[in-house]
């Protein structure tokens, strides 16, 4: 499916800008037909199961209990 580029902003939840900036940058690859970019959408399907991957990854870490510290002494 293709998206134009307020369309992709949107999508990505970035400004309208930055996406054009990185169209014409080629980082977005795009369709020109004349008048507007078109962006295909499946190319972003990578980004977002990383990102995804990061957050689980993340999240585990900030959950993982604190092992109990071998250096503490019992001083009763």
């Known amino acids: 499916m293709y998206m134009t580029i307020e ?3 949107e ?3 970035m400004p309208v800008e930055q996406v054009r900036k990185y169209v ?6 795009s369709v020109h037909d004349g ?3 078109f962006i ?5 399907a990578n980004y ?12 585990d870490y900030l959950n993982e209990p604190i092992p109990p ?6 001083e009763d």
């Open 69 to 74: 510290d071998r250096d503490i002494k019992d």
């Open 11 to 13: 999508y990505l939840g």
């Open 24 to 29: 014409w940058e080629g980082r977005i690859r």
């Open 35 to 37: 008048e507007q970019f």
């Open 48 to 59: 977002f199961n990383q990102l995804e991957f990061v957050k689980r990854q993340i999240e």
């Open 7 to 9: 369309e992709t902003a």
């Open 40 to 44: 295909n959408q499946d190319q972003f």
